[in-house]
């Protein structure tokens, strides 16, 4: 498949220098961030609490804004962090926008997030079949206990990696803050999740739906670049 032999290419590449060449003019380096980046932003997104389709609104609005603001990034931070604070400031603005608070259920957001979690080879799987469904009675379980804060606190650390320095600047709290947030987040929700699944299994962003967030933005950008603006 192309994208899996494109990432393979791309992984000696840093952020930095990805950044360099599309400021040089090789914007179709861009593809690279996205689909580097992909599941951090779906699952930012999830765990602020909006459904898939809102998410991919979310995800291609906040790789628009990156990009026409890329010459602003001075790496004082990781390029991931930068854009993360993108997209949650997008996720915030569009929460207010439209009075927006937890509108999903826990019963649309399983239904919702089962088909990009689970792909491919579980329709097929009777075994799988039934994880999935054990999975969806610990989400709805746990999800329901976990507060916003502590949600989102969850979601930085522990699916998308972010150091704890990182998260408590994305929450506006402190480093201390945000280890008993995690802390209290892990007692309601990892251990039930994690006797199934592993954390990074969690709101997974299946390769079909990274293809077309590439596409559709990448389309954008041409078209912007087109019209002479960066």
């Excluded at 509108?103 to 039934?130: C, G, R, Y």
């Excluded at 054990?134 to 976990?146: M, N, P, Y």
Aim: hydrophobic fraction near 40%; glycine fraction near 2%; charge should be negative.
């Amino acid at each position: 498949m192309k994208n899996r032999n494109f990432l393979k290419t791309i992984e000696q590449f840093s952020d930095t220098d990805v950044i360099a060449q599309i400021l040089a003019g090789n914007t179709a380096l861009f593809e690279i961030l996205i689909r580097r980046y992909n599941p951090h932003l779906y699952k930012t997104a999830r765990g602020y609490g909006y459904c898939h389709d809102d998410a991919e609104d979310l995800m291609q609005e906040a790789y628009i804004s990156a990009y026409q603001n890329l010459a602003k990034f001075e790496a004082r931070a990781s390029f991931k962090t930068w854009l993360i604070r993108i997209m949650l400031n997008l996720c915030y603005h569009r929460a207010q926008r439209h009075s927006f608070k937890n509108e999903t259920t826990i019963e649309d957001f399983l239904q919702q997030s089962s088909e990009p979690m689970f792909s491919a080879h579980s329709h097929n799987d009777t075994a799988a079949s039934v994880l999935n469904r054990e999975l969806h009675h610990v989400i709805e379980a746990s999800l329901e206990k976990l507060p916003d804060d502590y949600r989102m606190t969850f979601t930085l650390r522990e699916l998308t990696g972010l150091n704890v320095a990182e998260t408590a600047e994305l929450t506006n709290t402190t480093p201390a803050n945000v280890k008993v947030r995690l802390n209290r987040a892990k007692v309601m929700l990892r251990k039930e999740i994690e006797k199934v699944y592993s954390p990074e299994e969690i709101f997974e962003f299946n390769l079909i739906y990274c293809d077309k967030i590439v596409d559709n933005v990448m389309k954008r950008i041409s078209e912007m670049n087109a019209g002479g603006h960066l």
